[in-house]
């Protein structure tokens, strides 16, 4: 079991940042991977980045360059630095969990960010 407690987000103009965190607790050891979706009304969640035990990254193209997944083992911690924002980055973002051998999703209860002038 794994329980993820988001924060951060809010409303930013474009071109402004924003840090999203998660924080993880329960049985970390068998979490093998954790990352960020984000979903908007009407359309399906979709991954943004993910982060493996050893450090890999991954990116959805349309983030590459401008967002950043991290995390830190000491504070079962996972990271997403956003720069760069563009209205279209604006969403409904969930940190995710994989669990175990059969990668179990665990998820946050989202945060939303919002790109406007």
């Known amino acids: 079991q794994v329980r993820l407690v988001q924060s951060g987000g809010g409303l930013v103009q474009p071109g402004e940042s924003l840090r999203l965190s998660c924080a993880a607790s329960?049985?970390?050891?068998?979490?093998?991977?954790l990352g960020w979706y984000r979903q908007v009304p009407g359309k399906q969640r979709e991954l943004v980045a993910s982060?493996?035990?050893?450090?890999?990254?991954d990116y959805a193209d349309p983030v590459k360059g401008r967002f950043t997944i991290s995390r830190d083992n000491a504070k079962n911690t996972v990271y997403l630095q956003m720069n760069s924002l563009k209205p279209e980055d604006t969403a409904v973002y969930y940190c995710?969990?994989?669990?175990?051998?059969?990668?179990?999703?665990?998820w946050g209860k989202g945060t939303l960010v919002t790109v406007s002038s």
């Open positions: 995710n969990a994989k669990y175990g051998a059969d990668g179990i999703d665990y």
């Open positions: 329960g049985t970390i050891i068998n979490v093998n991977g």
């Open positions: 982060i493996t035990r050893d450090g890999s990254t």
